[in-house]
């Protein structure tokens, strides 16, 4: 089953001589130079602390870096920061959700900023086996639950790029299976920039790029 996102253009995430830290002795990476097109999948690894998130996040443009720029082209053309929320859906252990919302609701929420591939958003439910769940409030949820329910709105935007921290934590085997699935039914044409550790969150994907960090000194 392929999913098409509408329309056709062609993005490209290009970031230049990225650098960036907390001011310590050891910066946490730096010269970082990449270009991401659509079809592209970029893995950022690294050990703990080594800036995984906090490159997701520049790359996103959520964070501003400390040295270097980051750039979004749709056809050649570049796309100012203050519109490319637009563009992209993120879901990172960060990312908390209302603790009085149910599944319902926050699918409901999610798509009333965002398009959705699916005809009737609310067949998420039964794509992530939380129909029994539908409007119980997150705080009586598991985290496996809650994390299936992120990942699952971020993979069903209609958006051209998809930011993905660590996926695959707080999900059983069974449940990281389901994101496999999801992720070779609805990726498509789009670009994926997927940070994390464990192999099993990518494995199956053509990797164009990846990204080991290292601290460096500074």
Excluded at 91 to 109: A, D, Q
Excluded at 139 to 157: D, E, N
Excluded at 179 to 205: M, Q
Aim: aromatic share 10%; net charge neutral; glycine share 6%.
């Amino acid at each position: 089953m392929t999913i098409p996102v509408s329309g056709s253009p062609v993005y490209e995430l290009r970031a230049k001589d990225i650098g960036h830290s907390f001011g310590t002795a050891s910066g946490l990476f730096s010269d970082i130079t990449i270009s991401i097109k659509s079809g592209e999948t970029c893995v950022i690894t690294g050990s703990n602390g080594s800036g995984k998130s906090t490159l997701l996040k520049i790359l996103a443009g959520q964070r501003n870096p400390q040295k270097g720029s980051v750039e979004l082209f749709r056809d050649n053309a570049s796309l100012s920061h203050e519109i490319w929320y637009k563009y992209f859906a993120w879901s990172g252990p960060w990312n908390e959700l209302y603790s009085e919302y149910s599944p319902l609701e926050f699918i409901k929420l999610w798509f009333s900023f965002k398009s959705s591939l699916l005809k009737h958003p609310e067949e998420l439910l039964e794509i992530l086996n939380l129909t029994d769940a539908a409007n119980q409030p997150a705080k009586q949820l598991s985290s496996g639950m809650m994390q299936r329910l992120k990942t699952g709105l971020v993979l069903t935007s209609d958006v051209p790029l998809l930011f993905l921290d660590e996926p695959g934590i707080l999900l059983d085997n069974q449940n990281k299976q389901l994101f496999k699935s999801l992720l070779s039914t609805y990726l498509n044409n789009r670009i994926l920039v997927l940070a994390s550790n464990d192999e099993s969150d990518w494995s199956g994907l053509t990797i164009h790029h990846r990204i080991d960090l290292k601290p460096v000194i500074v």
